[in-house]
């Protein structure tokens, strides 16, 4: 007779895919602190343990990834060291495939290093992890939306000239409340004419709805990220879900921790709503550390907080599949593999760990 699962168990065997996770909002305490005394950064303990409290209502996440851009990334092996403490960290949940973000125009404007610098290190740590770990990492290169249309393409154009396996598309990240999507319409034209794949974080601050369907309709992305002002819009929310749009949502998203109060935070965030439009939602952890959250907890959350059930983690983790930029042959696979050992942990789970 199989012994029964816990909750927590199951949801830590889960097989998983990762989609939204920022390399620099991953780095372990330890390494951040390590880079301060190497470097000498202008950085306090006082400011690094600010830097890793969350607390009710998350701050300073940006002004970490900002630091580590001016100050601590000097070197391939630096990006190696935190590429690999992600995926090592990653997969110790079970994360088989890891699609990660990295800003290179902060690393080349504030700190000095090249693209193609940072790349070598970078695609070591996910040779490295893959051979140590067995998970399977690719970076997806983010467009800082702080700095100007015109450094977006010459970061896409960076990405073109040092094509590899290990990077597959590009994002877009930071500050949406005044940089709209349609700011960085060509660098997504030069990206798509590359054979890149594209995403972006829209819909992520309270912003409107209209930036996720630019997003869509002008940047023709094939994912969106965070996206939860889009439940403002049924009929195009509906649209998104007949074209299988896959949405990365993120349970510890800091704007809605911020703004919504804590007795009604979980009641009345988007996500709770999504797949009732139908979207296609899929939860990551978005900056582990920074964040306080592991992709086991990731995926708690959305039973604890959100209220979903198996039937719906189920069909999040194919979301995830589908979502995820590979090969056909390969979503089949992972489809069937998943699916089975879902079932099969399913078998186990304790009749009492939903009650």
Known sequence: ?????????????????????????????????????????????????????RGEKPVGVLRVLRALDAWLLRTADDFHRLCYEYLEDAARHQVRYAEFFWNPTGTAQEGGLP????????????????????????????????????????????????????????????????????????????????????????GEFGTSWKNVRTAVELLKVDRIDHGYTVIDAPDFARSCAERGIVFTVVPTNSYYLRVLPP????????????????????????????HHVTPTQAWRMMVQDFGFGLDDLRQFMLNGVEGAWVDEATRRDWRTRFAAEFDGLRAQLAAKALA
Not at 27 to 46: K, M, N, Q, W, Y
Not at 145 to 168: G, K, N, S, Y
Not at 269 to 283: A, Y
């Open 1 to 53: 007779m199989l012994a029964a699962l816990s909750l927590d168990d199951f949801l830590l065997r889960l097989p998983k895919v990762e989609l939204h996770c920022h390399l620099l909002g991953s780095v372990r305490r330890e390494t951040f602190a390590d880079l301060v005394r190497r470097t000498g950064a202008p950085i306090s303990e006082e400011e690094i343990t600010a830097f890793y409290t």
């Open 263 to 290: 007795e009604r935070w979980a009641l009345d965030h988007p996500i709770r709503q999504m797949p009732g439009l139908g979207l296609r939602v899929h939860p990551n952890t978005d900056d582990p550390t920074l």
């Open 115 to 202: 693209y193609a610098q940072a790349l070598q290190g970078i695609r070591r740590a996910i040779a490295d992890a893959e051979h140590d770990h067995g998970i399977v990492g690719r970076l997806v290169p983010a467009i800082d939306r702080e700095a100007t249309p015109e450094a977006a393409l010459e970061m896409v154009r960076w990405v073109t000239q040092a094509r590899c396996d290990e990077v597959i598309g590009i994002g877009i990240d930071y500050r949406e409340t005044d940089r709209p999507p349609e700011l960085f319409v060509h660098a997504y034209q030069a990206a798509r004419r590359a054979g890149l794949k594209t995403t972006a974080h829209a």
